[in-house]
């Protein structure tokens, strides 16, 4: 088996996000492109994903790219950069996941033609309030 780790370098990441980001901008994989890591105090599976030096039309450098990811004022500074729209949507995506995960359901009640949203976390007492709207 060759070495695959003599590259680990500013140009990798274990960070899927951000190995999205790259390649949205034309940042392509390296010809050993993923790596998965077990053991040496790791919890589980680490996945590495190598890149290239830079984007396939010479205007992105991978390590310039990966530091913009990390600065968090950087899209500010750069607001129409289409790496800064991507790392925009890619940390809404995540706040909206972590809404969804953290969200009370609603349950669907429907009586008489008409329907209401309950909070599955409702007391009792609000519960019949609900109810006795519908």
Request: proline share 5%.
């Given at each position: ?7 680990l ?5 274990t ?46 450098a ?41 969200n009370?359901?609603?349950?669907c ?26």
């Amino acid at each position: 088996m060759r070495q695959i780790f003599s590259h680990l370098s500013t140009e990798s990441t274990t960070n899927t996000g951000l190995a999205a980001a790259l390649t949205a901008i034309g940042i392509p994989l390296s010809h050993q492109p993923i790596a998965q890591i077990a053991g040496d105090g790791i919890k589980g599976e680490r996945t590495i994903w190598f890149f290239e030096p830079a984007s396939l039309c010479g205007k992105h450098a991978t390590k310039d790219m990966i530091a913009a990811w990390n600065d968090e004022a950087w899209h500010m500074k750069n607001p129409e950069h289409p790496f800064a729209y991507i790392k925009c949507a890619l940390a809404n995506r995540e706040k909206l996941v972590d809404k969804v995960k953290h969200n009370i359901a609603l349950a669907c009640v429907k009586r008489r033609g008409k329907i209401a949203l309950i909070p599955m976390n409702a007391s009792p007492q609000e519960q019949d309030m609900y109810l006795r709207n519908i």
